[in-house]
């Protein structure tokens, strides 16, 4: 079953605009992950944020994690063409034998309009 | 380094056709993982590899093998293919097995179509 869900499915601004998905999740976690992936390309890891953190920065990128509301939010701020992409959460947990699952949301379509 | 590749790009196969998805990485990464990617379902774990030898089940196994017989091998089977199996397919390594906060490198996909 999808542990992530990201919200919205499609988002279309303004270059210079910022940009905000967000993610919810179901089960506990050791952290989540988020990606970026091209129009038919593989997926890239963008930031990471463990499950005791709030709050995490990786140039124009800024994450927050509550784990009270099993949510996340991703900003992009100061956005370009070149941001136009899919976002993915992905949540990280225990598979057993000191082995982890990564389980993914379906993802945010961002476009970025010059 | 190469980082993660997968052969072939592109696949039409017939329905009860079997063939092999190959997966390879020169990273020396102990994790490695198949995943599917179907429109609006977001990625889903198929299988993935602790290391050579061994081998466990995600959240969708039905329909595929996998074997792991070196570190850099992580080869992912279609015994009978099926139109359900119509996806774009994943490989994805990390370094660590233990390590949660180890990121995944993906590979570039394979397109299947089964008719």
């Known amino acids: 079953s999808q542990q992530g869900e990201e919200d919205p499915q499609a988002l279309s601004i303004q270059e210079g605009e910022n940009a905000t998905m967000n993610c919810s999740y179901k089960t506990s976690i050791n952290n989540l992950q988020w990606y970026r992936q091209n129009s038919g390309r593989g997926l890239v890891h963008l930031i990471l944020i463990r499950s005791n953190e709030r709050e995490k920065h990786s140039g124009r990128l800024r994450v927050t994690l509550d784990t009270s509301k099993k949510s996340s939010s991703l900003l992009i701020t100061a956005s370009r063409a070149a941001d136009t992409a899919s976002y993915f959460c992905?949540?990280?947990?225990?598979?057993?034998?000191?082995?982890?699952?990564?389980?993914f949301g379906k993802g945010t379509k961002l476009s970025v309009i010059p | 380094n190469a980082g993660v590749t997968q052969t072939p790009k592109f696949q039409v196969l017939k329905t009860g056709q079997s063939m092999t998805l190959q997966c390879a990485q020169d990273?020396?990464?102990?994790?490695m993982s198949w995943y599917r990617q179907d429109p609006g379902m977001g990625l889903r774990l198929i299988h993935y590899?602790?290391?050579?030898?061994?081998?466990d089940q995600g959240e969708v196994p039905n329909g595929y093998n996998v074997s792991r017989s070196t570190t850099e091998d992580f080869p992912l089977r279609l015994l009978s293919a099926a139109p359900s199996q119509t996806s774009v397919y994943f490989c994805a390594s990390s370094p660590r097995v233990g390590s949660f906060t180890d990121t995944q490198y993906f590979g570039p996909g394979t397109r299947l179509t089964v008719l």
């Open positions: 992905a949540t990280a947990r225990s598979s057993g034998a000191g082995s982890y699952q990564l389980t």
């Open positions: 590899s602790v290391g050579a030898g061994i081998t």
């Open positions: 990273m020396n990464h102990e994790y």
